[in-house]
């Protein structure tokens, strides 16, 4: 069985989402103690296969984005894959001037770096980086109870986002939120309470996705941020949202976010939030 993605990023190739790739990957540090140097190196040679995504892949029109990075041992590895055109046709300019530094960075920051083309389309850059990170993260059993569960909206919609174990969730998952409620133009403090849901959310299903990965489907409108959390375990999704009661709080999802529904798919259940710009 191939190895799972301890996160997988998968949206359109709009110049905005590289922040959310970069958002990941200071969640990643943080969770695997890369130190400021490491983790800038390898931001900045990630964000630049990213914007070679965002500029060239699709002759100007949108399509998806994917990022997986692999941390159970050394070199760390990133990869950065398009469904688009390819690479070939600008990879001999050595000036990038559309595309920011480019490629020659890319290969200066990071150990390895191979270009491959895709027999579907598409491009997919492979990095690898050596680093003194002291805690390594365990290879994933799983997705939890499944694959991702999609609303049937095109990829480019959404941020669809795969990331465990539950250590790297909590690092990951408010942040990537966080960026989203500012996107969607929440005030300072709905985008702590977005941060806050997410932090509730993920305490309240970290027993489930021990081992595992957490996916969650995020979707942006105008005041307004969308959460598709599973497939979950059945009876966890009412749990998560009863969660907190026990302390005295009340349940925090709930409060926190402006509606909620728990829908039943094959492989379980997906718990959905809403978030709006109200507070």
């Known amino acids: 069985m191939p190895e799972l993605a301890h996160v997988s990023l998968n949206v359109s190739n709009k110049a905005e989402n590289v922040l959310l790739v970069r958002q990941a990957l200071s969640g990643l540090a943080e969770t695997i103690g890369l130190d400021a140097v490491e983790l800038n190196d390898i931001s900045t040679a990630v964000s630049e296969a990213c914007n070679n995504v965002v500029v060239h892949a699709y002759d100007g029109e949108e399509g998806p984005l994917e990022v997986e990075v692999f941390a159970t041992g050394e070199p760390l590895e990133v990869i950065v894959r398009d469904h688009g055109v390819g ?4 990879e001999r300019d050595p000036e990038e001037p559309a595309g920011g530094i480019g490629l020659p960075v890319i290969r200066a920051l990071s150990d390895t770096a191979d270009f491959l083309d895709l027999e579907s389309g598409g491009t997919e850059v492979r990095m690898a980086f050596v680093t003194a990170r002291p805690s390594p993260l365990a290879p994933l059993r799983s997705a939890v109870n499944g694959g991702a ?17 539950a250590p790297l969730t909590r690092a990951v998952l408010p942040r990537i939120l966080s960026a989203l ?40 409108a105008p005041r307004a941020v969308e959460l598709r959390v599973g497939p979950l375990p059945s009876g966890l999704a009412e749990q998560a949202l009863g969660g907190g009661a026990e302390q005295g709080v009340g349940p925090l999802l709930e409060q926190l976010s402006d509606g909620h529904e728990i829908l039943s798919e094959c492989s379980g259940e997906v718990l959905g939030l809403r978030l709006s710009a109200r507070r």
Do not use: C, K, W
């Open 87 to 90: 690479i070939t046709l600008h």
């Open 181 to 220: 409620a500012a996107r969607a133009h929440f005030s300072t403090d709905r985008i702590s309470d977005a941060q806050l849901l997410a932090d509730a959310l993920v305490a309240q299903v970290q027993d489930s996705i021990n081992g595992g990965a957490l996916t969650v489907q995020i979707s942006v």
């Open 149 to 165: 569960v999609t609303d049937g909206r095109r990829e480019t919609d959404m941020t669809l986002l795969s990331v465990g174990p």
